[in-house]
């Protein structure tokens, strides 16, 4: 039961290794080029469920606070459902008011999950981006010039042709 | 990949990366400092300002290295020769339905552009929703009717605007004596104090991002659809 | 504005680069001006805060005025100055190389070229000087991304080079990044030298998920870098690119990331894990024996002078890996000192194997044929960097390899030297079998293809003075770092000096 605990209890870790696999298996195995592409998409994709998957935290919410913390005088305004996470009691002024924006709000860090992978991730979803396209871009451009995008196919041709 | 076994819990708050005082500081000071509820919108445009500066010129560059690679000016004999399948007028459903989702679809975007830092959203994605607009637009027609909207300069100078628009921000506090990218000192020419300088500054920042975004998207698609010859689309 | 200059060591050509996007295609005659001007900006801020580093020690620049671990920083120091300025040096050079070359070789696309030729030097730079971890991926994929266009925009075979780079270029970057977030979930914290802070704090070194981090984040390294068994895609990409391409990212690229990896070595995991708790400097040292063996027999084999030059790359990356890994301070001073001196010299050489193409159209050894009567000053230019790749005394090249070979002396790796010693033999009979051809000619019968696209005469016939002015200032940097070498390993030393390699040695 042990080893079912530590497998289940770190599920994320064991999923993104198995997806990372099948990337990697199909840049390195497959011979059509576009089938690599989306087996490099893949790859990238299972680094940023890795890298998601950390920021979570048990029993915290989106890492933006709610309505009412912000602008407490509109407490009325139909966002009665988050009213529960508004702030606690422990009001202890700790900084002076004048260099911070509302100096008497508190906020839990335990409310909210971690905000840091999900832009360290923006920033990786939008180099996968990227990196596809320009990999797109040059297989289109392999295409123009061999006529096919089969590695072997291509590799024959540079053999017999040179 | 026995390291799995070291790592903490799913969703363990007390997990290295949760409680270390990185996160904790982004979660609790964010809205005191930068005067923005969304942490992660703080977090990119401002705290880690510089790394999405260059999220946004990785774009840039992906766009730019699409036509160098792909693009082919002038005409070309093959695509002449090709007889043009799109002379047929388009279907009166497909065109009707696209007539009514574009502008929702870009009121959207500009709603999530603009709300950015109050709900999830922001420059990229506001940016992808405006690209997909454009698009959708190809798609449904033809690629010539799409670029008759946004020819292929004006998206070049859009991206290299948007561009422009964020590092010119960082560009103003540098200028103003700071350091490249502290926004709060951009409050001696904003009215606003320090703090909500840098809130202006971060709308800002997403307002260019959303521009390369929205320009290198719809560059992408068309190059990667035309094979470089801005012609005929799918 | 001196407080700034390391921000604007690559803001310079960064802002230049976007404009060269947006006004380039209209005023095509601004792009190469534009880019010379922004990179001799870039170089005089890298002098400058090479000076200051010099004087008043390690510079920290905080980007947006948050503290370290919250925003990220510039942290400079006497490695990440000296090598921003060879960065910038060499790409200068390369700038004002290009005039001609890509007007003769993408000639429509001008600004599309310029601007992602100052793109990747601004990721290059980017990457030298910032000390946030995840900082450093975002800016390895920026000059990944515009060095796959930059080979994809060359002729037909660089298409197919250019697609193994994309895909293979991209493991390397996702495994460093997937050793960042190893790095991330045990310490929290991506500022480099706040995660060494806090694996000491936290005393996790013998953790799996440190080693695994180490393990990956290396591989990605090499991966990136060409180190041997994982080199298959440097030959091609750099041989069929357009020549700008391949003097720019020959001599930056494999040499940016061998920083890399001494910066994530050194800084994050810190000398005492790396050297002694892992103890692994025989193994690499042996894998790098093997890799300089490999690049240089396989240069042997080669008559495509650019491919040639690029199995050299290989061996070179050989050197500076095997003498990192010799767990030797002088033995790391040769490295970095390598790092710069081998900037230089595969620049040369590049610059050399481009004029010749663009004058001649051919990539054989057979083009160099009488080319000491028709152009002595290239070749002039050519002797300087085949010597310095041999070790021939004034040439920065002999400084490295001495300091490299003292390095395997001190820490009794035997095999290194000699490795050195026969590779260096190998650079000199490739070398003079090139300067043979060119003084003495081919023998008539192989003697083909003279006739072709040759309407010069037999006297003199230079390349222009745009081509010929870097090549011989490159030149003359060789002789200037090899005569100065006792100043720049003074400002190395300062570096290394802050590393025990404890009781590693003999």
Not at chain 2, 148 to 176: C, D, H, T
Not at chain 3, 5 to 14: C, N
Not at chain 3, 53 to 59: A, H, L, Q, R
């Amino acid at each position: 039961m042990e080893i079912f605990e530590a497998i289940s209890a770190k599920f994320n870790f064991w999923i993104y290794i198995i997806i990372m696999m099948i990337g990697l298996y199909a840049m390195i195995a497959k011979n059509n080029l576009i089938k690599k592409l989306i087996g490099m998409s893949i790859f990238q994709t299972a680094i940023i469920l890795f890298y998601v998957s950390i920021g979570v935290k048990d029993g915290a919410s989106i890492p933006i606070l709610y309505h009412d913390q912000v602008h407490p005088e509109h407490h009325d305004e139909s966002h009665g459902d988050h009213s529960a996470h508004s702030p606690s009691t422990d009001g202890h002024d700790s900084h002076a008011a004048e260099d911070r924006y509302l100096p008497e709000l508190v906020v839990d860090g335990n409310d909210f999950a971690n905000p840091l992978p999900h832009v360290l991730m923006l920033t990786a979803i939008v180099v996968g981006v990227s990196t596809l396209g320009v990999g797109l871009a040059v297989t289109q451009k392999v295409y123009r010039e061999y006529g096919s995008i089969e590695e072997s196919e291509i590799l024959e041709m540079i053999k017999s042709g040179k | 990949m026995s390291a799995v076994s070291d790592f903490p819990d799913w969703g363990d708050p007390n997990s290295p990366a949760n409680s270390y005082r990185l996160s904790q500081h982004y979660v609790t000071e964010t809205i005191h400092e930068t005067s923005v509820p969304n942490m992660v919108t703080a977090v990119l445009a401002d705290y880690r300002g510089y790394d999405t500066m260059f999220e946004t010129v990785v774009i840039f560059t992906a766009g730019i290295a699409i036509i160098g690679i792909l693009r082919r000016f002038g005409n070309d004999d093959k695509d002449a020769a090709k007889p043009t399948l799109y002379t047929k007028k388009p279907d009166l459903i497909i065109d009707t339905t696209c007539r009514l989702m574009i502008p929702i679809i870009q009121l959207f975007a500009l709603y999530v552009i603009a709300h950015g830092h109050h709900s999830p959203g922001g420059g990229f994605q506001g940016g992808v929703i405006f690209g997909a607009s454009f698009i959708l637009l190809a798609v449904s027609r033809d690629l010539q009717a799409a670029q008759k909207w946004v020819p292929e300069k004006r998206i070049l100078n859009l991206a290299g605007i948007g561009v422009l628009i964020y590092a010119g921000f960082g560009l103003g506090s540098l200028l103003l004596g700071q350091n490249f990218l502290d926004y709060a000192i951009l409050h001696k020419i904003m009215p606003a104090t320090p703090i909500e300088a840098r809130s202006h500054s971060m709308l800002g920042v997403e307002i260019g991002v959303a521009f390369t975004v929205t320009a290198i998207m719809f560059s992408i698609y068309s190059n990667l659809a035309s094979n470089g010859s801005m012609k005929e689309g799918l | 504005m001196i407080e700034q200059a390391p921000a604007l060591i690559l803001l310079v050509p960064f802002f230049v680069s976007i404009f060269v996007a947006l006004l380039g295609n209209r005023f095509q005659g601004i792009c190469f001006p534009l880019s010379v001007l922004s990179l001799i900006g870039s170089v005089a801020a890298s002098v400058t805060t090479l000076g200051r580093v010099i004087n008043e020690g390690t510079i920290r620049y905080r980007l947006g005025g948050w503290e370290p671990p919250m925003g990220i920083e510039f942290r400079i120091d006497a490695l990440n100055a000296l090598v921003a300025v060879a960065v910038s040096g060499v790409g200068l050079l390369a700038a004002i190389y290009s005039k001609r070359a890509v007007l003769a070789e993408t000639p429509d696309k001008v600004s599309q070229y310029y601007t992602l030729f100052l793109l990747l030097i601004t990721g290059l730079l980017g990457m030298v000087i910032t000390g946030d971890a995840f900082n450093l991926y975002v800016l390895l994929e920026v000059s990944a991304l515009t060095s796959y266009a930059l080979i994809a925009m060359g002729p037909k075979r660089a298409t197919l080079a250019a697609y193994k780079y994309v895909i293979i270029g991209t493991i390397g970057a996702s495994f460093y990044l997937l050793g960042v977030g190893y790095l991330y979930i045990k310490t929290g914290s991506l500022n480099m030298f706040d995660i060494h802070e806090q694996l000491i704090a936290r005393d996790i070194f013998d953790s799996p998920a440190i080693l695994v981090a180490f393990i990956v984040i290396t591989v990605g390294v090499w991966i990136k870098m060409a180190f041997f068994p994982l080199h298959a895609w440097l030959p091609n990409s750099y041989a069929y690119a357009p020549t700008t391409s391949s003097a720019i990212l020959g001599p930056l690229m494999t040499k940016v990331m061998i920083y890399v990896m001494i910066r994530l070595t050194f800084t994050v995991f810190g000398s005492d894990f790396a050297f002694i708790q892992l103890d692994w400097s025989d193994i690499i040292v042996w894998m790098s024996v093997v890799a300089i063996l490999a690049g240089s027999i396989s240069a042997l084999a080669q008559t495509d002078l650019r491919k040639m030059l690029s199995f050299l790359i290989i061996a070179e990356v050989g050197y500076m890996v095997g003498g990192v890994w010799l767990a030797d301070d002088m033995g790391l001073v040769g490295s970095i000192y390598h790092i710069i001196a081998d900037a230089f010299m595969t620049l040369c050489v590049f610059l050399f194997a481009g004029i010749i193409f663009v004058k001649t159209g051919k990539r054989d050894i057979t083009a160099l044929d009488g080319l000491f009567t028709k152009m002595p000053l290239t070749m002039v230019g050519l002797l300087v960097g085949a010597f310095s790749l041999i070790g021939i005394p004034p040439t920065a090249g002999f400084f490295s390899k001495w300091y490299l070979i003292q390095g395997g002396v001190a820490s009794g790796h035997w095999e290194y030297v000699i490795a050195l010693l026969i590779s260096s033999l190998i650079n000199a009979v490739l070398f003079f079998r090139i300067i043979e051809i060119a003084y003495f000619g081919v023998k008539p019968a192989e003697g083909h293809g003279h006739h072709d696209s040759d309407t010069h005469e037999s006297g003199p016939n230079e390349a222009s003075f745009s081509m010929l002015f870097p090549l011989l200032a490159t030149a003359a940097a060789l002789l200037v770092i090899g005569l100065y070498n006792q100043d720049i390993v003074a400002i190395i030393s300062s570096f290394v000096s802050q590393f025990n390699f404890g009781v590693i040695g003999i």
